[in-house]
């Protein structure tokens, strides 16, 4: 389970303010949660529909924004293996020019003992022991390592020393330089601590838009999860342009648009490929000029009038979906998922989860095949199979 320390609130609270965020700390409180870690407090009755908190997009931290975002593209790379190779990079190759690190160093890979965040699937086998047998074992095989998260590190220590043969990039230490002596005992090292920034990552991700794709958010990673009656709901518009984040047109879609119109005309000579064709140069920066003028008009009529915030198609929010007492603490959800997969994401379960599921497991099947009375009261799943899987969702499903 990713943690935040109690002495890092501070650095993200002016991180947030340094970027023209809005943090309504008047009405809440960061503090410690009886749920464990940290946790996000009514300082006073709030009412429904409040905004607690409102970010830039361009506050928030994501590949598409990184200091390696024109290497990762070239490079096709995207989801959530370019965040953690941003990430990477920008905690150590760029930590002190970086925008975000006064964020991101706040962001702990490991616990307060010094151990990794790893997932269970990584867990040595004396922990594992504990699980198996269990829906985590039996029906979603999350005690076996993930081949994408180990691929992922290589590819991420070939980038590496590609990037630095061919750009002199700096190759991130303690994390990709994995040495030629002792190369076993180093490699699993570092992979052990790529993934747990993967872990720590996935389990602080956002969904932001279709250019910021999974992003960390400062402060929206601090609110718990609830199952069933969640306070907040987290707003940001999708449909962006997947190139520059531009909500509506831009030059992207103004360029596809004259294209579109150009194969259409009869009188033109027809182009076979509207992704290999090129357009003058003096047309993209007509059209760069006209969108800056009209960004300029918007801008002015806007600026100052909240806070900071320009344009709301630009923020993230996260807003109240009902009202909160004083003192009670504030709760996002994390979406309607079972214990295996908040044990699997995000590191910790919730007694009574209304969305887990238990599986009865192989060991059913020797009574299913003895008890014809089970056999008629059992639903059999994809009976071509040689195999069945019969599981069971239960409001009230026991903790392992």
């Given at each position: 389970m990713?943690?935040?320390?109690?002495?890092?609130?501070?650095?993200?609270?002016?991180?947030?303010?340094?970027?023209?965020?809005?943090?309504?700390?008047?009405?809440?409180?960061?503090?410690?949660?009886?749920?464990?870690?940290?946790?996000?407090?009514?300082?006073?009755?709030?009412?429904?529909g409040?905004?607690?908190?409102?970010?830039?997009?361009?506050?928030?931290?994501?590949?598409?924004?990184?200091?390696?975002?024109?290497?990762?593209?070239?490079?096709?790379?995207?989801?959530?293996?370019?965040?953690?190779?941003a990430?990477?990079?920008?905690?150590?190759?760029?930590?002190?020019?970086?925008?975000?690190?006064?964020?991101?160093?706040?962001?702990?890979?490991?616990?307060?003992?010094?151990?990794?965040?790893?997932?269970?699937?990584?867990?040595?086998?004396?922990?594992?022991?504990?699980?198996?047998?269990?829906?985590?074992?039996?029906?979603?095989?999350?005690?076996?390592?993930?081949?994408?998260?180990?691929?992922?590190?290589?590819?991420?220590?070939?980038?590496?020393?590609?990037?630095?043969?061919?750009?002199?990039?700096?190759?991130?230490?303690?994390?990709?330089?994995?040495?030629?002596?002792?190369?076993?005992?180093?490699?699993?090292?570092k992979?052990?601590?790529?993934?747990?920034?993967?872990?720590?990552?996935?389990?602080?991700?956002?969904?932001?838009?279709?250019?910021?794709?999974?992003?960390?958010?400062?402060?929206?990673?601090?609110?718990?999860?609830?199952?069933?009656?969640p306070?907040?709901?987290?707003?940001?518009?999708?449909?962006?342009?997947?190139?520059?984040?531009?909500?509506?047109?831009?030059?992207?879609?103004?360029?596809?648009?004259?294209?579109?119109?150009e194969?259409?005309?009869?009188?033109?000579?027809?182009?076979?490929?509207?992704?290999?064709r090129?357009?003058?140069?003096?047309?993209?920066?007509?059209?760069?000029?006209?969108?800056?003028?009209?960004?300029?008009?918007?801008?002015?009529?806007?600026?100052?009038?909240?806070?900071?915030?320009?344009?709301?198609?630009?923020?993230?929010?996260?807003?109240?979906?009902?009202?909160?007492?004083?003192?009670?603490?504030i709760?996002?959800?994390y979406?309607e998922?079972?214990?295996?997969?908040?044990?699997?994401?995000?590191?910790?379960?919730?007694?009574?989860?209304?969305?887990?599921?238990?599986?009865?497991?192989?060991?059913?099947?020797?009574?299913?095949?003895?008890?014809?009375?089970?056999?008629?009261?059992?639903?059999?799943?994809?009976?071509?199979?040689?195999?069945?899987?019969f599981?069971?969702?239960?409001?009230?499903?026991p903790?392992?």
């Amino acid at each position: 389970m990713s943690v935040t320390f109690k002495d890092d609130v501070h650095r993200i609270l002016k991180f947030v303010a340094n970027c023209n965020g809005r943090f309504e700390d008047s009405k809440c409180d960061i503090r410690e949660s009886p749920l464990g870690g940290l946790g996000v407090f009514a300082k006073t009755d709030i009412a429904e529909g409040e905004s607690i908190l409102t970010l830039n997009k361009s506050s928030i931290f994501s590949a598409s924004n990184s200091s390696i975002a024109n290497l990762l593209c070239d490079s096709s790379i995207d989801g959530m293996l370019a965040l953690n190779i941003a990430f990477i990079y920008e905690t150590t190759v760029f930590r002190n020019s970086s925008h975000w690190y006064p964020f991101l160093r706040t962001i702990r890979i490991r616990d307060d003992e010094g151990h990794l965040n790893l997932p269970p699937s990584f867990w040595h086998a004396d922990a594992k022991r504990l699980l198996k047998g269990t829906s985590f074992d039996t029906l979603f095989d999350s005690l076996t390592p993930e081949e994408e998260i180990m691929e992922g590190f290589e590819i991420a220590v070939d980038l590496a020393h590609k990037w630095n043969d061919e750009f002199g990039l700096e190759i991130p230490k303690g994390f990709l330089d994995v040495s030629e002596e002792n190369h076993e005992e180093d490699y699993n090292l570092k992979l052990e601590k790529f993934i747990s920034v993967a872990y720590t990552l996935s389990s602080r991700g956002f969904e932001i838009d279709a250019y910021h794709e999974t992003a960390l958010v400062p402060i929206a990673d601090l609110f718990n999860h609830h199952v069933s009656d969640p306070d907040l709901k987290f707003v940001s518009l999708y449909d962006v342009c997947d190139k520059c984040g531009e909500p509506g047109m831009c030059k992207h879609l103004i360029a596809e648009e004259y294209l579109e119109a150009e194969n259409l005309d009869k009188n033109m000579p027809k182009v076979a490929s509207m992704e290999t064709r090129v357009i003058d140069e003096d047309l993209i920066k007509s059209l760069e000029n006209d969108l800056e003028k009209e960004h300029s008009n918007v801008t002015a009529n806007t600026e100052d009038d909240d806070g900071g915030i320009e344009n709301p198609d630009e923020c993230v929010d996260l807003v109240l979906k009902n009202d909160v007492a004083q003192g009670q603490e504030i709760f996002n959800s994390y979406g309607e998922l079972s214990n295996v997969f908040l044990l699997a994401r995000y590191g910790f379960t919730v007694p009574e989860n209304q969305y887990d599921i238990v599986h009865l497991g192989p060991d059913f099947m020797k009574i299913l095949k003895k008890e014809e009375k089970y056999q008629r009261k059992s639903q059999v799943v994809e009976p071509s199979r040689s195999w069945l899987v019969f599981s069971m969702v239960c409001s009230n499903a026991p903790r392992r």
